[in-house]
């Protein structure tokens, strides 16, 4: 996790009616806990991850049970979330906080279907938590992420020309994606995009099982100076956990440098 | 076969939560399992710990909120929770600056093998 982790305190103290969790997650285990009462939790204006998992501690049943709620884009918990002083032997005497995890699946041992772990290579664009909880009533909640910008010029290099290079880019959640390639290299790439949904097995040995991929654009050459366009359509596509982009060289030149190839993804919660 | 790793652990969740979810002991398994990291982390805690032990908090969430223990969602919830902790707790001891122990980590990997292995 991002670390030390803002706690409801430190808003409190300094008069803010609201705290905000916004961090890079640095593992699927990542959680985080709030220690003061919210009146609503809503999913951040930065957010990567679509949905997120409340557990609170039950203020309408038993007291030593705990229940939960996963948040959205498309449904904020707009009821007082309120932790407990109670201490609760069953938990290793942990004290009632709320508690927020990323419910969707985040695997960072993905390899692309075909990956070579010697030659290829790959790089992660490391998805974002933005969960934010008011302390007041608010007149309405408005949890629809803001449409996010990815911008690529440089690529990590494979071993050779041939080799694939590989970003992978947070799309949870989002209805549409629009991604523009110019290749700026002097010779041909041929590129390739994915949509990937994570399972939970690590793709390093056996690539095929970290991920259900489904294909969005063809692997094909762009040659110098070229540019190409894909748009991604949920209602078309489906929905993904993340983008598989492929880059790879065709000539020993590129291998120094891999690059310039400026690519511009746009992603957004509303749908075409 | 023992996991050797807590990532390996991690990984094996499902393959390893499905024969005790078919034999319909996954609840009493959990429950064990979730035991087992209570005496590993037997109080509140640092903030450091408890970005490990507060998985305990969702695991027994988890096995209180289902009702019927062949449940599919209940299979899947268990498995997410094994995972993420296993990869917690990983994460958690690996880097110069640990906010569990190396021996808390072993022994979260001993507990995942002692119970749901």
Not at chain 1, 67 to 79: E, L
Not at chain 1, 88 to 114: A, E, I
Not at chain 1, 195 to 214: C, D, H, R, Y
Not at chain 2, 74 to 85: L, W
């Amino acid at each position: 996790v991002t670390y030390p982790q803002p706690t409801g305190a430190d808003s409190v103290s300094k008069f803010q009616d609201f705290y905000r969790l916004n961090t890079q997650i640095a593992s699927p285990g990542d959680i985080f806990e709030l220690d003061v009462t919210a009146s609503a939790v809503l999913i951040g204006p930065d957010s990567d991850f679509a949905q997120v998992r409340l557990t609170m501690w039950n203020a309408t049943g038993p007291v030593t049970r705990s229940t939960k709620a996963i948040v959205t884009p498309d449904r904020s918990f707009n009821a007082p979330v309120q932790p407990q002083s109670t201490i609760y032997p069953s938990s290793g005497q942990k004290k009632g906080r709320t508690l927020f995890s990323p419910h969707d699946l985040f695997n960072p041992y993905y390899r692309p279907l075909g990956y070579d772990d010697v030659h290829d290579r790959i790089r992660f664009f490391q998805p974002r938590i933005d969960l934010m909880a008011y302390y007041a009533p608010q007149p309405s909640l408005v949890a629809q992420r803001s449409d996010k910008r990815w911008t690529m010029q440089y690529y990590k290099q494979p071993a050779a020309a041939g080799d694939d290079s590989w970003v992978m880019v947070p799309y949870y959640g989002r209805k549409y994606g629009s991604i523009f390639f110019k290749n700026l290299t002097g010779h041909d790439v041929t590129l390739e995009v994915r949509g990937v949904n994570f399972t939970m097995q690590k793709g390093i040995v056996t690539p095929g099982l970290s991920a259900i991929e489904t294909a969005l654009s063809a692997s094909a050459v762009l040659a110098a100076n070229a540019v190409r366009s894909v748009v991604i359509d949920a209602s078309v596509n489906g929905m993904f956990d993340f983008l598989a982009i492929k880059y790879q060289p065709s000539h020993a030149d590129q291998i120094t440098t891999f690059g310039p190839i400026p690519t511009r993804i746009i992603t957004s919660d509303d749908a075409l | 076969m023992p996991a050797g790793s807590l990532q390996t652990a991690a990984e094996q969740a499902y393959a390893h939560l499905y024969p005790r979810w078919i034999a319909g002991t996954l609840d009493a398994d959990m429950t064990a399992f979730l035991d087992a990291l209570v005496a590993i982390f037997p109080l509140d805690g640092s903030p450091d710990q408890r970005t490990v032990s507060n998985w305990i908090v969702v695991g027994r969430n988890v096995v209180q909120e289902t009702t019927i223990v062949d449940d599919y969602e209940f299979f899947n919830d268990a498995v997410e929770m094994v995972y993420r902790v296993c990869l917690a707790a990983d994460d958690a001891s690996i880097h110069v600056i640990k906010r569990i122990t190396v021996p808390q980590a072993a022994a979260v990997l001993a507990a995942y093998n002692a119970t749901l292995d």
